[in-house]
């Protein structure tokens, strides 16, 4: 429930990014969304742990993860500014798929051929959707999938860290380090924003990240990577939604197959992790 909750929280996120990127430029939008989602776990963080909630013995993967967390935003305000937010998120759910196979293989845990099969599949979904050489491909379309990539790396350190950190100290590493990272270049995009709807739904933005990255840390404190991930994939569902609701668009057919193969994939993927750990109970 914890995960459900995170994911809707990044379907609002998408949304409302997609939204925003129309009218205030990418690097801004970046910054205040950090800088909003800093504010508000800064004050969660504060009234609960105080100043020991800076208290960390692993300063380096909190910068890692930052940065991480940093390009994964960078590409994923960037996409949106040219994708629906469907397809996008999509593209974005092979993720789970490839963070299961690589959290396996990284505890030395059998890969069954099945679970490559899957993973196979997910990306052929990807392909769909792309469609490269077809008139729907353009370089845009890359973005997403240079995301997967750093979000894997994200995803496997975020399950790592909570095994040591608390989860508001990650969270507030994160939010901070990225905040920093974008003010550095920020005078090169900054714009004038005179309407309180563009300042309400930047808040919105910080808000929704800072809840959703919190929930999933809850989530991963208390469930390995291989078990939560396949349950991402409801987050299609939620972007999907929000993008029909927000600017009344709906996947193509050939689209639809391709978001329709990710998302099944991942519940097969469910599934056989279902089964798994059944399996290793009963043994």
């Not at 969660?44 to 380096?60: F, Y």
């Not at 040591?164 to 905040?179: D, N, V």
Request: hydrophobic residues 55%.
């Amino acid at each position: 429930m914890l995960l459900i909750a995170a994911v809707a929280c990044f379907a609002v996120l998408d949304t409302t990014t997609k939204r925003i990127t129309a009218e205030v430029p990418v690097l801004m939008a970046v910054w205040f969304r950090y800088f909003f989602q800093a504010l508000i776990t800064s004050a969660l963080a504060l009234s609960q742990k105080g100043g020991t909630t800076w208290k960390t013995e692993h300063l380096g993967m909190h910068v890692l993860r930052g940065t991480l967390m940093l390009i994964v935003t960078l590409t994923a305000f960037f996409s949106l500014k040219f994708m629906p937010v469907g397809e996008f998120t999509a593209i974005v759910m092979t993720t789970p798929l490839l963070v299961t196979l690589l959290a396996a293989r990284l505890l030395g845990e059998h890969v069954s051929i099945f679970r490559v099969l899957l993973v196979l599949g997910g990306f052929a979904g990807t392909l769909v959707i792309v469609r490269p050489g077809g008139q729907s491909m353009d370089w845009i379309m890359l973005l997403p999938l240079a995301l997967v990539l750093a979000n894997t790396g994200f995803q496997l350190l975020t399950s790592r860290m909570t095994r040591t950190e608390h989860p508001m100290t990650i969270q507030l590493y994160t939010s901070w380090i990225g905040t920093a990272l974008v003010a550095l270049p920020l005078y090169l995009s900054w714009a004038p924003i005179s309407s309180p709807a563009l300042w309400a739904g930047m808040a919105l933005m910080g808000l929704a990240s800072a809840a959703g990255h919190f929930l999933l840390v809850m989530a991963f404190t208390r469930t390995p990577a291989a078990v939560l991930m396949p349950y991402m994939y409801l987050q299609i569902g939620f972007a999907v939604l929000g993008g029909w609701i927000m600017f009344d668009h709906i996947p193509d057919h050939v689209t639809l197959i391709g978001i329709g193969l990710i998302a099944c994939c991942g519940t097969a993927g469910a599934l056989l992790t279902q089964l798994e750990v059944r399996y290793r109970l009963g043994r």
